[in-house]
Every structure is written in C-alpha cells, then in structure tokens.
C-alpha cells in the first residue's frame, strides 16, 4: 500500500492532470482516465423535485440515475447513509424502489422528505390560493405587523432587517397553521431559500458571510414574490414527479441517524444497493452544511442549529492512531509532517468515515453494490486519495472492487475554490475532480 502511494505521486505527474491511478482487484495499478460521460455538464439536474431547494454538494440525479441502472437492476431497497437533500431517494423512487435515508442535518432532511412526497395537487393549489390571498394582504399593509411574534435566536438582527423579519414572521405563521402536513413541510422548503435569500447573506457562498453595509443599506427582498416563484417552480417539479410515479408502490423513510454509530433500523443484509455522496471532509474546513443550513434551521425552531457542524463526520477531534491500512495512515503521516492540527481534524475525519464504512457494509446484500461518490480533497498542499482510501477501507470490510470512475466537478455545484481557512476572500484550489467508487460486497 505504501508503493500505491508513491505510485500515485509519480503517477500523478506522469499522466496529464486528467488521469489518475486506481489499484485493480489484482494488486496492480491501472490508469485511472477521465471519463467526461459522468461530468452533465449540460444536463438538466433540476427535473422532478430536485428542483425544490438548494444544497451544498448535491449529487447529480443522472450519477444516481446511471448507478442505479448499471448496479440496481431488480433492486427493491437502496440505502443512502448520507442522503443530504435526497438526491438518490428521489431517483430510486422514480423507479419504483423503496428508499431509506438518513442525514444529521434537519433541514436536509425536511427537503428529503418533501421531495419523495405524493402530494395531492389539488389541496396544494387550495393553499396556494389561500397564500396568494395572505399575500396580497401582506404587500398591501392589511396585516397588523404589530403583534407578529417575531423568534428571538442569537444574531437574527445581525442578518436580517426589522421588516424582513416582520415578514418571515408572519409568513412562518401561515405555514404553521396547514393542516395538512405535507403541504405544510412543501410550504417550509420554500421558506427556508427565501430566509436565506432574503437574510443578508451573501448568496454566492454556501458559508455565511455578511453583505457589505452598501449592498444592506439597499437591500429590499419581495418575500411574497420570492415564495410564490418558488412555490411556483416547485409545483411544476411535484407533478412532473406525480406522473412519472404514477402507480408506483415504493415508499421511503428519510431518518434522523448518525452515519457513524451501529444501525438498527436497517436490517443486517436487506439493502441491495447504496448510493451516496458523503462529506468531502470535515464540515469545518470543507463544505459547512450546518453553516449553510443555520439560518433556515433557526427560523424552523431546530435547537443547537449553530452546532450541527460539530456534530457531522469528522467534527469532534480526535488523537490518532493507525487504521493498520497503509494508504490511509501514510496520508496521514504525510500531513502531520506539515502540520499536526490539520492532520488530527483528517484522521478524525477517517475515524468516523472507516466506522461508517463498517457499519453501513452490514447493511447490504452479498453480491450489493456500494457507490461512493468521493472527492480528492488538498490539506496543506497533500492530495489525500480518498477514493482510493474508500476503496480499501471497503476491501477491509468484505468488499471488493468493481469499478472507479473520474469525473470533473462541474461549476457551481461544490466550489472548485473554497476557503480552507474559514477567511473571507481567502480561496484556495480544492477539487477538481470527483470520483464514483463502486464496490461490491463478497
Ligand atoms: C455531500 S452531502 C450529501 C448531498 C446529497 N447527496 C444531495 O444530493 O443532496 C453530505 C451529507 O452528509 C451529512 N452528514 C455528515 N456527517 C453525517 C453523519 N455522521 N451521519 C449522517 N449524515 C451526515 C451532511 O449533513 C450532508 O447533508
């Protein structure tokens, strides 16, 4: 494994940027070329619900789409341990499987949930009518702005002006009171992206950063138009969704679990695929999922919002030790030849990844297919392989390897450039490349 490593560096410099290596079933390297098959640079990836509300890192629906169909042929059950906004999910009830998922993250999971919901179209337009009507209200000053019960959490006047609280106040209200609770929950995923976007965050970056006090002074969001062009659009994804799942049986169930610890609302080996995109990283210093998610989580009345970065893969350090699987310890090593601290928040970061792998492998079917979705990430100027490592921490768990495919992160999906040291304006080259591991259990 140590040669694999050194092979990758002497690789990496002999092979264009455009390819990499991956060790076969054999032991022996084979080139690892990119296969732009896998970028949909022009694809559309907003059909159906995934349309219904941005996230950082969000999967492809056609990478879901393709896995599906080359590694879940009869496929019944397909389990996503780091389900995120529920991209798989959606797909895997597209065609007619069942479909579990859990994240940590509540709001990731309430969008999940929304996006795999049958909703009657006809009570939703019933509320629609009703919201058009309140809103109408609201724009032409018949609402007593007075006595909106305005939340109070930490910082909310830090990024939100008096009115747009006011607003976001009373439209939380009439969503509230649905009866109907998945129209209620169609209605909250539309809020949260207009908190966000009505918040003053600068919404070019998935981490909160604070307009400047120029851009503040003038900013003056339309909620009621934003919602309703939401609602609007989200409509039209529910029922493309509805006819292209008309009579299908499959359900799904979206679960608040921890990836890391032992699973025991999944059967041992009656998952028959896994498809999933987990972290890149630890979310403090790669894609902050809590931060991105904070706001629309406070004003939906999740405790701790503030902390669900902490509590993700990789966010409570740990002192390290060897996994006993050289390509993952010597990249460990190569990092803490640099840096001890970054190399302490990357072990942690595998820690939890190795005992998710091992939890997660129980799960499947012999003959399943895993499929990891994986990025290459930079710390302190060291590419750490975690495709391959993903790879080996499989092979470690009974599986072996079927396939790696390499892919380029196509724009705005996960920032090629992202700041690594949390500062404002300091970026640095991440990623550029993404891969999709398929493993397969023994
Ligand atoms: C790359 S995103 C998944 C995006 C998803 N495929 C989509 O299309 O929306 C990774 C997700 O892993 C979740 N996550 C991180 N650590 C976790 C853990 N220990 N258990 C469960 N979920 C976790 C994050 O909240 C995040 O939503």
Redesign the pocket.
Known sequence: MVQLLERMKTNSRHFSKKSETSNTSNGTMAPLLLNSTWDYKTADTKQYTHCYHN?P???IPQIADRLIAMYGQNAEILFD????????LVEANLKNINAIG????PL?RLIARTKTLKIELQILDLYLKQFNDFGFALNFGQHDLNNVVVPTFKNIDFWFSGVVKTKLALIREFIANIVDINIRQFFYVVFSEVVRESSFTRNSEFKLYRMPPKKRETFNPDLFSMMMSKLARNRKGLIAYLNQTKGHSATTSVLD????EEIDYIESESVDIIVT???YGDSKTTVA?GQFSRLSNQWLGVENAGQIDNT??GGKRKGILKFGIDIADDSIDHVANVDEKRAKEVYSFYH?YYQ?IQNVSKTLKHGGYACYVVGNRRVKGITLPTSAITQAFFEANGFHHTKTFMRNIPNKRMPSRNSPTNTSGETATTMNYEYIVVMQKD
């Open positions: 996230y890192a969000m999967m341990p780091y389900c995120g906004t529920g991209t798989s859990t994240d940590l993250n990731a679990f921890n990836s890391v995109s987990p972290p999922y993700l893969m939890d998710s």
